[in-house]
């Protein structure tokens, strides 16, 4: 029987017109790729790719085959749409969803030709969408451990201060958590999980900072960071746009660790072949690639 992975690798061998730009598109080692080519060619008796200097090509045989591969790939890719009932239904908390999911998850569905349903909300909301099964899998920012889900740890995202150009910080790389008393805290009240982190962190200091709610998510909050309402904590990863240009500047908060650990969560008894399964694995090897240590 004709091994499927073994038929995309010759696919990407022909497409990307070499073994090492098949390399770089799958994202596996030459070797490898040497040898599922050959196997294919065992498997079937035959020559399939014949190198050129600096390209190859189809044999004769490799020729024929290469509708017959395409058709096979495809009727794969539609049974297994079929079975899985549909996209990967992903959920996310809103800070995570919005800043830092967008390029792994672009990248998943490039590599992976999948389709994903994104939902974005808050913590609470997510993990519901998640436990009622609304949701394959979910990414938030804090999780209460489940017998019947399990939890990956995720990116580290540090929260940083975020204060307008005309503010008297603003000339400043960093400012202890002392100096932030009296000022105009947006965000950061009890129940939220910058709330939790602040007392967590700053013990008798989280107590005395003067925090206003009912800005709904963070891009109300920079705005209003931008017009000299106050100043706020965020994720870093959230203000990389307006630090660039000049419109907020960024303060590390001194003498404090303010790192909010992602989780990645899914249901134990997941199937190891789901769309979840292989999108964890995508997304925990981008997490190591990219995982802050502050």
Request: aromatic share 6%; hydrophobic share 45%; no cysteine.
């Amino acid at each position: 029987m004709l091994n499927l992975h073994h038929t995309r690798t010759f696919l990407a061998v022909v497409d990307a017109g070499g073994f090492r730009a098949a390399s770089r598109v799958l994202d596996t080692a030459p070797s490898t790729i040497l040898d599922h080519v050959g196997q294919l060619e065992a498997e079937l008796g035959t020559s399939l790719i014949v190198r050129r200097r600096g390209y190859v090509q189809p044999t004769p045989q490799g020729a024929a085959f290469l509708p017959l591969a395409r058709a096979l790939i495809a009727t794969a890719e539609h049974a297994r749409a079929v079975i899985a009932g549909g996209p990967l239904r992903l959920a996310a908390s809103s800070n995570i969803g919005t800043y830092m999911l967008q390029k792994p998850l672009a990248d998943f569905s490039r590599r992976n030709g999948a389709h994903v349903d994104l939902w974005i909300g808050s913590n609470p909301a997510t993990f519901e969408r998640l436990s009622q099964g609304a949701a394959d899998i979910a990414i938030m920012e804090f999780w209460q451990p489940s017998d019947d889900f399990e939890a990956h740890d995720w990116l580290r995202e540090e929260l940083v201060v975020i204060v307008a150009p005309s503010h008297r910080f603003a000339e400043r790389t960093a400012v202890r958590a002392e100096e932030l008393i009296g000022e105009r805290l947006l965000g950061g009240e009890r129940g939220t999980g910058t709330g939790t982190l602040l007392r967590k962190r700053l013990g008798p200091v989280a107590a005395r900072l003067s925090t206003v709610d009912g800005f709904g998510n963070t891009e109300a909050v920079k705005r209003a960071v931008r017009a000299g309402l106050g100043i706020s904590l965020v994720m870093r990863s959230s203000i990389a746009d307006e630090v660039a240009t000049g419109a907020l500047v960024a303060l590390t908060l001194e003498g404090a660790e303010l790192v909010k650990e992602t989780k990645i969560v899914l249901r134990r008894d997941m199937p190891p072949t789901s769309a979840a399964r292989h999108f964890l694995d995508h997304a925990l090897t981008y997490g190591a690639e990219n995982r802050v240590s502050v």
